[in-house]
């Protein structure tokens, strides 16, 4: 008798979860972003790693409605002599950007690296406050290592997402690029969460 109703059990927890498959593995996905509201800053930090441009779009968007007065574009070395910050700027210019208005740092290696790199530079040139742009599957990443890094020092840190194209959280399990960014993020996540 136990064993029967263990079955029926079983089955009808089954039968729940193929139901609820869509909103089940949307959810997992929409964990990842935490977008905040845009308020004014001392700058807009955008960070590299995103091939399409859409995170400079974002940032350059955000100082063109006036929310910092200057833009700093943050990333490591591709290869040789050429810096990701470097594009980045070049994209801004293209934006309508003045090249005045554009600080490079380039330090890259991880998100934590871009973190503790960035928080000595608010530190050293008295600024308090920051909108830090990244694509919407990183945000809630990037969100933990900056707040932590940041509160800790006094600063003031507000997530504004850009929208990947190539990550649409309702259908990520479908694209096998998609599935590879929800899996390589968690798994940095939790890596972070245990490590810092």
């Given at each position: 008798?136990?064993?029967?109703?263990?079955?029926?059990?079983?089955?009808?927890?089954?039968?729940?979860?193929?139901?609820?498959?869509?909103?089940?593995?949307?959810?997992?996905?929409?964990?990842?972003?935490?977008?905040?509201?845009?308020?004014?800053?001392?700058?807009?930090?955008?960070?590299?790693?995103?091939?399409?441009?859409?995170?400079?779009?974002?940032?350059?968007?955000?100082?063109?409605?006036?929310?910092?007065?200057?833009?700093?574009m943050s990333g490591g070395k591709l290869q040789w002599n050429t810096y990701e910050p470097e594009i980045m700027k070049?994209?801004?210019?293209?934006?309508?950007?003045?090249?005045?208005?554009?600080?490079?740092?380039?330090?890259?290696?991880?998100?934590?690296?871009?973190?503790?790199?960035?928080?000595?530079?608010?530190?050293?040139?008295?600024?308090?406050?920051?909108?830090?742009?990244?694509?919407?599957?990183?945000?809630?990443?990037?969100?933990?290592?900056?707040?932590?890094?940041?509160?800790?020092?006094?600063?003031?840190?507000?997530i504004c997402t850009s929208h990947s194209k190539e990550f649409n959280p309702s259908e990520w399990w479908t694209n096998?690029?998609?599935?590879?960014?929800?899996?390589?993020?968690?798994?940095?996540?939790?890596?972070?969460?245990l490590r810092y």
């Open positions: 008798m136990k064993k029967r109703i263990f079955l029926i059990a079983l089955f009808g927890v089954l039968v729940a979860l193929f139901l609820l498959r869509r909103p089940l593995l949307t959810a997992i996905a929409e964990f990842l972003i935490v977008p905040d509201r845009p308020r004014k800053a001392d700058v807009i930090i955008v960070l590299s790693g995103d091939a399409s441009g859409g995170r400079v779009v974002k940032g350059v968007e955000l100082f063109k409605k006036g929310y910092a007065k200057k833009i700093i070049n994209h801004a210019i293209h934006l309508g950007m003045a090249e005045g208005n554009i600080v490079i740092i380039t330090q890259g290696g991880s998100t934590n690296n871009q973190a503790t790199k960035l928080t000595l530079f608010m530190q050293e040139h008295g600024l308090r406050s920051a909108l830090l742009v990244t694509s919407d599957f990183h945000s809630r990443r990037a969100r933990y290592i900056f707040k932590k890094k940041f509160l800790k020092e006094g600063l003031d840190l507000q096998t690029n998609s599935a590879e960014t929800v899996f390589y993020e968690y798994t940095k996540l939790i890596w972070y969460l």
